[in-house]
């Protein structure tokens, strides 16, 4: 499986398969005339099988692995595309034509063409005082045959926000340079109306090119659409439903942005993915989760970027901060005939907090097609303040991952930790077995008696151990077994007479609990010391 899904198998190389960001993917259609069963020979991995049925009487060829012998050219062009997905800007077509322009506060501007036409391809740069804020406040809006069915913030619609965030896709991507490309093949009949509201303080520059070429409309011709909404300040209890998309008519979804502004370091994409296509009332398409959806896993916050999905932003540490992601369903895109609906399960690890979310949806319809998205106002199209993470730290604490190692079996290392003081702990692990010691040093401001406080963490690997202050013995020892990772409640020690200045706690290996895998290891956050009067 993991040859197969990491880009090793013969014949399916990267990016046709790989790992992104903990997220294992396969994009490579395997055809079937009457059935196809998929197992594994072991659990306990989270998985998505996406297909696609054909009307009865569709002739297919069944899939073998010799095919893939035969198919080497056509497959290495496939790889190579897929490496290099934005290719030559010119190679879609088209008569090419640059622009630039200077937008004022509050200023509009408005072109009108006439049709048949299709806008092929689309690169723009924008130059402000705030770029950051000029890419959310600027509003593009574009209406094809007298529908409105394109409505974004500039840096939005361009698939990443706010702001520039690099990454290539087939049918978006930014550069680091700034440059923002569009590759959406946007037909018309007869006419297309391109407007740029700048609700911005500032003045905007934006320069670039923009491609048409002819087009032949016909009965089965759809309009482009994508459409924008953002909703600040939503608590995560009780959990939701958070619509990406509702709509109706006859077209095909093509994809979505999403932008999450998380106050914390908690992980707010545990809900699934839930897609209702023309009147289900179960969703045929239900996920496993925010990041599995996105095509990575685990709620990793490493970037990558791909020609069917992104992380270009992840601000941490951890997930705390803004974070943009964008899936697009080309190979896996989704047609319906009457409606369309896409919601995304807000599941967030932390019950007592409120984020600001962002959605761009991407989808074609014929015309006529609806939606539920309403007009931009400029109270909207705005990058909200996102303070400088903090690292919380427990008042008073002696932060264990600051102290000098005195003696150590094995290996102690600070370990990042969320949840604990200052987000790290003293972890002691390798090598350890029954007898085996580590003493730290911990300061007293004045010699007397103290009340020594702790904090340690439980797993599965943890051991006992019997703690000692200067010598003196701290009570029985103590198991650290739990079936998962847990941070404890703090633990009074007892009463120790301290130096003033350097002191020693120490713990020692005593055995494990029968139900623990036997590592012995030990987290320790903090001691906090308490004089006593």
């Known amino acids: 499986m993991s040859d197969l899904l990491g880009g090793k198998y013969p014949g399916l190389p990267k990016p046709i398969a790989g790992e992104y960001s903990k997220g294992w993917n396969l994009y490579f259609p395997i055809p079937y005339a009457r059935s196809c069963k998929v197992t594994s020979d072991k659990g306990n991995f989270y998985y998505h099988v996406n297909y696609r049925t054909y009307t009865a009487g569709t002739k297919v060829e069944s899939f073998t692995s010799q ?7 056509r497959v290495e062009k496939l790889r190579a595309r897929l490496d290099a997905p934005r290719g030559k800007d010119e190679d879609l077509g088209g008569m090419a034509e640059p622009f630039e322009m200077q ?36 509003i593009v809006k574009i209406t094809f045959d007298g529908e409105t069915t394109v409505e974004a913030p500039l840096g939005d619609f361009f698939g990443s926000a706010p702001g520039i965030n690099p990454y290539a896709s087939l049918p978006l991507g930014m550069t680091k340079e700034g440059e923002m490309y569009g590759h959406w093949l946007m037909p018309f009949k007869d ?10 303080k500032e003045e905007v520059t934006l320069s670039g090119t923009v491609a048409l070429a002819d087009y032949r409309w016909t009965d089965a011709s759809m309009h482009f659409h994508a459409k924008w909404r953002s909703e600040s300040e939503v608590p995560t209890r009780p959990m939701i439903d958070w619509n990406y998309l509702t709509a109706k008519g006859q077209g095909v979804f093509a994809g979505v942005s999403f932008t999450i502004d998380n106050p914390v370091k908690d ?13 289900e009332t179960f969703p045929s398409h239900f996920g496993t989760g925010t990041e599995d959806y996105y095509g990575y896993a685990w709620c990793w916050p490493g970037l990558f970027t791909h020609a069917y999905h992104a992380q270009p932003r992840c601000d941490g540490p951890g997930n705390y901060g803004r974070t943009s992601v964008n899936r697009f369903h080309i190979l896996d895109r989704i047609p319906f005939t009457k409606d369309f609906k896409f919601d995304m399960e807000l599941w967030h690890w932390n019950e007592k907090c409120k984020v600001n979310m962002a959605v761009t949806a991407y989808w074609y319809a014929r015309p006529g097609g609806t939606d539920t998205f309403k007009p931009i106002q ?17 008042a008073g604490a002696l932060e264990a991952e600051e102290m000098k190692i005195l003696r150590v079996t094995g290996k102690a290392s600070p370990q ?11 972890w002691w692990h390798e090598g350890m077995k029954p007898g085996d010691t580590l003493a730290v040093a911990f300061p007293s401001p004045k010699a007397g008696k103290h ?12 051991g006992i151990h019997q703690f000692a202050i200067n010598g003196q013995k701290a009570g029985e020892p103590m198991d650290f077994y739990n079936a998962e990772v847990r941070v404890g409640k703090e633990i009074d020690l007892g009463v120790f007479e301290l130096k ?13 609990n029968e139900k623990a895998i036997k590592t012995y290891m030990l987290g320790l956050d903090y001691l906090l010391l308490k004089p006593v009067e």
């Open 451 to 462: 009340h020594v406080m702790a904090r340690f963490l439980s797993a599965r690997d943890y």
């Open 103 to 138: 937008l004022a506060p509050g200023g509009t501007a408005r072109t009108e063409l006439q049709g048949p036409k299709a806008f092929t391809y689309t690169v723009v740069q924008c130059a402000a005082k705030d770029r950051e804020a000029a890419l959310r406040g600027v």
């Open 67 to 73: 095919q893939l012998t035969a198919l080497a050219d």
């Open 378 to 394: 400029a109270g909207d199209a705005i990058v909200r303040p996102m303070p400088v993470y903090v690292v919380p730290r427990v």
């Open 191 to 200: 006419s297309a109306v391109v407007e740029l509201v700048n609700f911005t």
């Open 416 to 426: 990042d930790w969320d949840r604990v003081s200052a987000g790290r702990q003293l």
């Open 267 to 279: 992980w707010w994409g545990e809900g699934d993915e839930k897609i209702y296509v023309d009147g």
């Open 500 to 512: 003033a200045g350097e002191n020693e706690f120490s713990a020692t290996v005593v055995g494990a």
